[in-house]
């Protein structure tokens, strides 16, 4: 696109989801010029996560209609608004929907990646001056969401949800920096900062739990159990860095539960178990499958709108410990260059979990893949219009 859209609307391609659990309609929108503080990203590819699914369903209580979805994206600055100094026309970025101000209460803390900045604008589907980029060719305005909306051509984000990245490292694999595998490995390095021989059991191993059986694996840990209820992810489980997978349909005996199964494979529970499924049934058996006065339990999964977890107060008066991890604990403009670099030099396997690819205005049926056991991720690209 030549300079000479600097300042004024595009027309292009998006992915609108107008309602709950219908198909989105790929069709042309208008995308305003960023405004102060905002940047303007040509989106060159995006990848469909869970939580587009989920969102998408209708189960998610900040879920807006009608919103261009779609937050695992990365692409190349078109143009910035006034004010915005850490990223340039030209710069290759990733979009993130975990901000990062260096400036809130949050990130000034040292005790978490959340931040303030415009979270609360973000789950209002809206930029901070409350106002939308993105209209139909109706004149109607279509929200935004999670401070992304990769799901369009061209989408504008907050200078604070944005982060450059080193332009050698492709940018297909890069998209997936931007939710997934960053979600998983930080999950395991970074909030639970699994140790040498601990034991761990990841409940759910689509993209983000396989990211934190590889984080696992990264730091030493003897003793990596999948679980999930599809053996197609059998082999991927072991591929990432699993030493033993277990379908809890398939595998168990007679009478028996995965918390009794995974105690007695641990001699008494593990030390960190994730829950990856958004099932809050399974959070709870990832919590029981902890060990006595040690074991913790990491909540990744998103459970749907009025789910409530539960448990004895006795598992946690006895030691155990129930955590979450949004992002996996990674702050996105301060930390994403490091995992950059990983991948580049081999310590991070990103790549692995493209196991399909598709041009984006075959959007819907990258949803369909989601539901098939052998895909991780479809990758979709953003074709020369
Ligand atoms: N906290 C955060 O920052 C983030 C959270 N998420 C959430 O993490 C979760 C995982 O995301 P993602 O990897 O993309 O999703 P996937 O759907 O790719 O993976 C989930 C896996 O869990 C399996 N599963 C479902 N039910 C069970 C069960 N009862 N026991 C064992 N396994 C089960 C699924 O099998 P099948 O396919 O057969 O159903 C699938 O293999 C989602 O809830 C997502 O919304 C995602 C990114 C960031
Ligand atoms: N909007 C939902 C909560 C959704 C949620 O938990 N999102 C995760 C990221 S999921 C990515 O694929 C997250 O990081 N949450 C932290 C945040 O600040 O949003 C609801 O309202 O329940
Ligand atoms: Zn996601
Ligand atoms: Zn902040």
């Known amino acids: 696109m030549p300079a000479s859209t600097v300042g004024k609307p595009i027309q292009c391609i998006a992915a609108v989801a107008y309602d709950a659990k219908k198909p989105l309609s790929v069709e042309e929108i208008t995308v305003d010029p960023p405004k102060a503080h905002e940047v303007r990203i040509k989106v060159e590819y995006t990848a469909v996560c869970h939580t587009d699914a989920y969102t998408l369903s209708g189960s998610d209580p900040e879920g807006l209609f009608p919103c261009i979805l779609g937050h695992e994206g990365a692409g190349i600055v078109e143009s910035v608004g006034d004010d915005v100094t850490t990223v340039k ?27 303030s900045a415009v979270r609360a604008t973000q789950g209002r589907g809206i930029m901070p001056d ?52 960053t979600t998983g490995y930080g999950a395991a390095v970074k909030t639970a900062n699994v140790q040498k021989n601990d034991t761990v059991a990841v409940f759910g191993c689509g993209t983000v739990g396989l990211s934190v059986i590889q984080g696992a694996k990264a730091r030493g840990a003897s003793k990596i159990i999948g679980v999930d209820i599809n ?83 006795f598992q946690l008066v006895t030691g155990r410990v129930w955590k979450g991890s949004a992002f996996g604990g990674i702050k996105g403009r301060s930390e994403m260059g490091g995992l950059i670099k990983d991948y580049q030099n081999g310590a991070l396997k990103v790549e692995e979990f493209i196991t399909h690819r598709r041009p984006f205005k075959e959007i819907n049926q990258a949803f369909e893949d989601l539901h098939h056991g052998d895909c991780l991720r479809t990758v979709l690209k953003f074709d020369k219009q």
């Open 231 to 313: 053996n197609k992810k059998k082999q991927y489980c072991f591929d990432f860095g699993a030493t033993d997978f277990i379908n809890p349909k398939e595998d168990l005996a007679k009478g028996q539960t995965i918390v009794e199964k995974l105690i007695e494979m641990t001699d008494g529970g593990l030390d960190f178990t994730f829950d990856c499924t958004g099932n809050t049934k399974i959070m709870r058996d990832a919590l029981e499958a902890c060990h006595k006065g040690w074991g913790q339990s990491i909540i990744i999964g998103v459970a749907a709108a009025g789910e409530e977890i539960s448990t004895r107060p």
């Open 89 to 115: 026309p030209g710069d290759h970025v990733i979009a993130l929907y975990t901000a990062e101000c260096g400036k809130c209460k949050f990130c000034t803390s040292g005790k978490t990646n959340l931040c």
């Open 130 to 181: 409350e106002t939308t980029r993105f209209h139909n060719d109706k004149g109607e305005d279509i929200f935004h969401f999670m401070g992304c909306s990769t799901f369009s051509e061209y989408t504008v984000v907050a200078d604070v949800s944005v982060v450059a990245i080193d332009p050698k490292a492709p940018l297909d694999a890069a998209s997936l920096l931007g939710c997934g595998v």
